[in-house]
């Protein structure tokens, strides 16, 4: 018996509209799972500064090296985002740096941190000042919103405080800096926490300027983050100001310090990727 037209075309429909939901359904999986793009520091950034003291003749000398590494990686952690990013910064005295001070100094951070939101998840820290040496620990606890300190010398102590989302350390703060879309005008504020205190880093974008860099010439928004004061992370006088690229890795390509001793220009001098785009 022949089968109506009418029915083979209900039929037909019907059967392209199962094979349309049904590939969506199987679809949804990856597409979930690549619903973010990844950052341009994700994959194998290393970053190179040099910073050179600006003080009359001075001027142009050598002072300090900056060293930033990021890479992400896969970690087993249940249903949670399973990517986590392996931050190390060094920061290193040089040149005529020890003769100005007199002292030399070299401060190695190691963070762990969570990329959805990009929140600190464990800091390592060393501070070398001298003969002096400070070794720190941080471990952040996103459930109950405390982190745990140590300092393992050179007077061992410990302690824990409460936080608010989403809190930075001295290292992942310059990476959650990269991440937001600041034009002039604009404001937040960020807790970050530092050898068993937490402050709310203020945060302003200035300016936008374009500057010659390694990178050639390229389009810049000043940000001026507010370290210095009575109740910052600094407990001194002091400006810091960072130029960030316009395009969409956001690479701090300059910075300036001033503080007492005098002006530091940091300038990005290197910028390389384990993987390509």
């Given amino acids: 018996m022949r089968v109506p037209r009418r029915f083979e075309f209900r039929f037909a429909y019907r059967m392209a509209c199962v094979l349309v939901v049904l590939t969506c359904l ?24 040099q910073a050179e003291f600006s003080r009359g003749l001075l001027r142009g000398v050598d002072v300090a090296e900056f060293h930033f590494k990021s890479i992400s990686e896969h970690v087993a952690r249940g249903a949670e985002d399973p990517v986590v990013l392996r931050l190390t910064g060094d920061v290193v005295s040089k040149g005529l ?3 100005i001070a007199g002292f030399k100094f070299h401060q190695h951070v190691e963070s762990t ?12 820290k060393v501070e070398e000042q001298g003969k002096r040496s400070r070794v720190l620990e941080a471990v952040f606890d996103h459930k109950t919103h405390k982190v745990t300190w140590s300092e393992r010398s050179p007077t061992p102590q410990s302690g824990a ?20 879309k600041l034009a002039v005008g604009d404001a937040f504020e960020v807790p970050v926490t530092d050898a068993g205190k937490v402050f709310r880093l203020s945060v ?4 936008e300027k374009e500057l010659d860099t390694v990178l050639g010439k390229v389009k810049t928004i000043r940000v001026e983050p507010a370290l210095f004061g009575d109740t910052a992370l600094v407990h001194a006088r002091g400006q810091l100001s960072i130029w960030l690229t316009q395009d969409e890795r956001h690479l701090p390509v300059r910075a300036q310090l001033k503080v007492d001793l005098g002006t530091f220009d940091i300038k990005l001098k290197r910028v390389t990727y384990l993987q390509p785009n």
């Fill in 204 to 207: 302003r974008a200035v300016e």
């Fill in 97 to 99: 740096f020890p003769r």
């Fill in 26 to 49: 199987l679809s949804l999986p990856f597409a979930q799972e690549n619903r973010r793009a990844p950052l341009s520091f994700e994959r194998g950034e290393e970053l190179v500064y």
């Fill in 161 to 180: 405080f409460d936080f608010t989302e989403p809190v930075q350390d001295v290292l992942t703060i310059i990476y959650y800096l990269r991440t937001q």
């Fill in 113 to 124: 941190a969570d990329l959805e939101p990009l929140t600190a998840l464990h800091t390592d």
